[in-house]
């Protein structure tokens, strides 16, 4: 038979079933399959080409957040290196023969009215004055010192007699009320030299000089103190010199993380160099001291030991009239470096290559075309 026969129905089969067309059912599967590849060639034409242009706009037409571009000055903050530590360093010095019996504790303080120490188990008394004492106060002395000594004696409660230059008898009975009241002293009226040591105000023990037991005489160091005032020390490099001024307000970043505002007190004028790894001087940077005072109502520096180092931010150098945007307004670019969101008038958002310069509290100095003052861009929330 040959391949254009026509094969006859069988019999039984009727006209209709006889002049009916026999397709090929392996053709149906092949136009089925063609089919779904057409559409899905259309589906992924659309996902590679994306919607018209026009529709990414209009996604960009509600940006968020934003804030506007200024035109500021920025200040760059520098953090120093500081040293915690008390104000007023010094040291006492013995008057007097005879055996050291007591001196305070390290870390103690002292104020007028107390003990500084004791020798043949005679107290030194300490008293509020600027000038040390040199001579015997007595009856018919006259000067300057006595003035001080009579304010300091009414400054610890004892009266009835004038402030003055002149020792009167009013001031000896006063003087012998005071002895009295304390303990180890002679009743005499009279007060020498040896007996009292006056200071700008109260003090804290910062070393011995001296041990209990030990015999000194006149000018034998005893102790080392400081005022109760504390204080952060920054050896400040004299490049850098320009970077604080007296009264400037600074912040303290303590050891636990815990901050105190302080104040510049003073900047040296006197440089100074540390001496190199072999000990010998020179070699070292050459550096001016800072004090810095805490703030008195802060309580962040308590608990902490002398000589704790410590953080100081301080406000340096400042770069005025610049454009500033937020900082979490920038935005990586696809292409590399930054840029900005930037609103429109009609609300749509453009992303617009910027150049960064200065960061500072939050702010970033920018500049790019189309970006000024008032420039509204997104910011991310």
Known sequence: MSADTELLPEDGADDTERRRPRWN???????????????LCA????????????????????PG????????????????????????????????DGV?????????????????WEIDGRPVILLRGDKPAYRTLEPGSKGPDVRQFEQAL????????????????????????WQRDTEGMEVTGTVEPDQIWYV????????????????????????????????????????????????????????????????????GDVAQVDEDESGMGGGGSATVEVLVSLDAEGDGAEGFLDQAPVKVRAKGESREDVLAAPVGALIALSGGG??????????????????TGWFSEGLVEVTGDGVDAGTEVVVPE
């Open 25 to 39: 059912r392996g053709f149906l599967w092949l136009a089925a399959a063609l089919l779904s590849l057409v559409v």
């Open 154 to 177: 009414a400054e610890l409660g004892y009266g009835g007699f004038t402030v003055d230059d002149e020792y009167t008898w009013l001031t000896a009975e006063a003087v012998k009320r």
């Open 43 to 62: 589906g992924a034409a659309v996902t590679a080409w994306g919607w018209p242009q026009g529709v990414k706009e209009e996604e960009t037409t509600a």
């Open 200 to 267: 700008s105000g109260p003090v804290r023990v910062t070393g011995h000089e001296a041990a209990v037991g030990e015999s000194v005489g006149p000018a034998t160091p005893l102790l080392t103190t400081a005022s109760t005032h504390r204080v952060v020390r920054i050896d400040l490099k004299v490049g850098e010199r320009d970077l604080v001024d007296e009264g400037d307000e600074v912040t303290v970043e303590m050891p636990d993380g815990q901050t105190v505002d302080g104040e510049v007190e003073s900047v």
């Open 338 to 355: 930054y840029g900005l969101s930037v609103v429109g008038g009609d609300g749509a958002v453009r992303d617009v290559p910027v150049e």
């Open 100 to 116: 050291l019996t007591w001196l305070p504790e390290v870390g103690a303080e002292r104020s007028a009215g107390q003990r500084a």
């Open 65 to 96: 957040a934003t804030a506007a571009v200024e035109r500021t000055t920025l200040l760059r903050e520098e953090r120093l290196d500081g040293t915690l530590g008390y104000a007023g360093a010094g040291s006492f010095f013995a008057r007097s």
